[in-house]
């Protein structure tokens, strides 16, 4: 089959390599353009464009696609069977979506109609969800609102993570997008109801509040592992939290009830297990107080 796969992230690699080694002609690989990442601000290419060159495959790297009528027309060019979308960043004008014979076809990282949106792995553990899963959907000019082809759900346990769930969901995807590819399955429209959405996150997504429960911290803490991340202030230093456990405890949020790092939160408490001071290593709660003694009744998040 003649297809064009268009993903950027490190979760897009997995379906990008089961296509390719399933034997399809990949016409195109689209993907974000190299950008200024790390301390060192030097360009980077996305792991999709890294792997395309890995696997000798064309890449084009247009920073915009609604407005760029000659990006429209190349793509058109190709004379495409289907598209292949995962994660790539870019909204498809309708042009674009009505070009291959058969649509494109989208590898959703939730349970549709649940999780709509730009970080639905993060949302669904941040939520408390009890499980999620891959979809793959025919794209419409919605966002993420197009029929269903495939589903498949994995469970939430109280200790996952999204970074567990991240790799999990990007082999499902690369499983279900093959089946999806070899056989056409019947689309299924989404149910108008129960569809929730789950924006872009910012940095300032994981500063820590203490007055939420520690259900919730704890749940935030899974969600935002790795990215953005949780933190603190602890003595006017940004604490990066890594991993907390909940634990019975009561005072005004964000004390420090004993020697083992308890903090209280707006019910119940939470011990920090792995932090983080910035620019120092990840160390172990018992193992960061022996450097950095945190005497109960510091208040953090000041």
Same mark, same amino acid.
């Given at each position: 089959?003649?297809?064009?796969?268009?993903?950027?992230?490190?979760?897009?690699?997995?379906?990008?390599?089961?296509?390719?080694?399933?034997?399809?002609?990949?016409?195109?690989?689209?993907?974000?353009?190299?950008?200024?990442?790390?301390?060192?601000?030097?360009?980077?290419?996305?792991?999709?464009?890294?792997?395309?060159?890995?696997?000798?495959?064309?890449?084009?790297?247009?920073?915009?696609?609604?407005?760029?009528?000659?990006?429209?027309?190349?793509?058109?060019?190709?004379?495409?069977?289907?598209?292949?979308?995962?994660?790539?960043?870019?909204?498809?004008?309708?042009?674009?979506?009505?070009?291959?014979?058969?649509?494109?076809?989208?590898?959703?990282?939730?349970?549709?109609?649940?999780?709509?949106?730009?970080?639905?792995?993060?949302?669904?553990?941040?939520?408390?969800?009890?499980?999620?899963?891959?979809?793959?959907?025919?794209?419409?000019?919605?966002?993420?609102?197009?029929?269903?082809?495939?589903?498949?759900?994995?469970?939430?346990?109280?200790?996952?993570?999204?970074?567990?769930?991240?790799?999990?969901?990007?082999?499902?995807?690369?499983?279900?997008?093959?089946?999806?590819?070899?056989?056409?399955?019947?689309?299924?429209?989404?149910?108008?109801?129960?569809?929730?959405?789950?924006?872009?996150?910012?940095?300032?997504? !994981? #500063?820590?509040?203490?007055?939420? *429960? =520690?259900?919730?911290?704890?749940?935030? @803490?899974? $969600?935002?592992?790795?990215?953005?991340?949780?933190?603190?202030?602890?003595?006017?230093?940004?604490?990066?939290?890594?991993?907390?456990?909940?634990?019975?405890?009561?005072?005004?949020?964000?004390?420090?009830?004993?020697?083992?790092?308890?903090?209280?939160?707006?019910?119940?408490?939470?011990?920090?297990?792995?932090?983080?001071?910035? !620019? #120092?290593?990840?160390?172990?709660? *018992? =193992?960061?107080?022996?450097?950095?003694? @945190?005497? $109960?009744?510091?208040?953090?998040?000041?």
């Amino acid at each position: 089959m003649r297809l064009a796969f268009m993903g950027s992230p490190e979760f897009a690699v997995p379906a990008l390599r089961a296509i390719h080694g399933a034997g399809h002609l990949i016409a195109a690989v689209y993907c974000q353009p190299a950008r200024p990442a790390g301390r060192g601000q030097a360009v980077r290419r996305c792991p999709v464009h890294l792997l395309a060159d890995e696997l000798g495959l064309p890449v084009r790297t247009p920073s915009r696609l609604r407005t760029d009528q000659e990006a429209q027309a190349a793509f058109a060019a190709l004379d495409l069977d289907v598209a292949v979308v995962a994660a790539y960043g870019l909204i498809l004008p309708q042009a674009m979506l009505d070009a291959p014979r058969r649509g494109c076809l989208n590898i959703h990282g939730s349970l549709l109609p649940r999780w709509r949106g730009a970080a639905p792995i993060h949302a669904a553990v941040l939520a408390g969800d009890r499980e999620t899963g891959i979809t793959i959907m025919r794209m419409d000019a919605g966002l993420d609102t197009g029929p269903m082809l495939l589903r498949q759900s994995v469970p939430i346990t109280a200790e996952t993570t999204t970074a567990h769930l991240h790799d999990v969901l990007a082999d499902i995807g690369a499983r279900l997008i093959l089946e999806a590819l070899a056989s056409p399955p019947v689309a299924v429209p989404q149910p108008e109801d129960g569809a929730t959405y789950a924006p872009k996150l910012t940095r300032d997504d !994981g #500063r820590i509040d203490w007055s939420e *429960s =520690a259900e919730a911290i704890h749940r935030r @803490v899974r $969600a935002f592992d790795p990215w953005p991340g949780t933190s603190t202030l602890l003595e006017g230093n940004l604490l990066k939290i890594l991993a907390v456990k909940a634990v019975d405890g009561d005072g005004p949020p964000g004390t420090v009830l004993d020697s083992s790092l308890t903090v209280a939160c707006g019910n119940g408490a939470v011990t920090l297990t792995r932090v983080q001071l910035a !620019g #120092r290593a990840a160390l172990d709660g *018992s =193992a960061f107080l022996r450097g950095h003694p @945190v005497p $109960a009744g510091t208040v953090l998040g000041q």
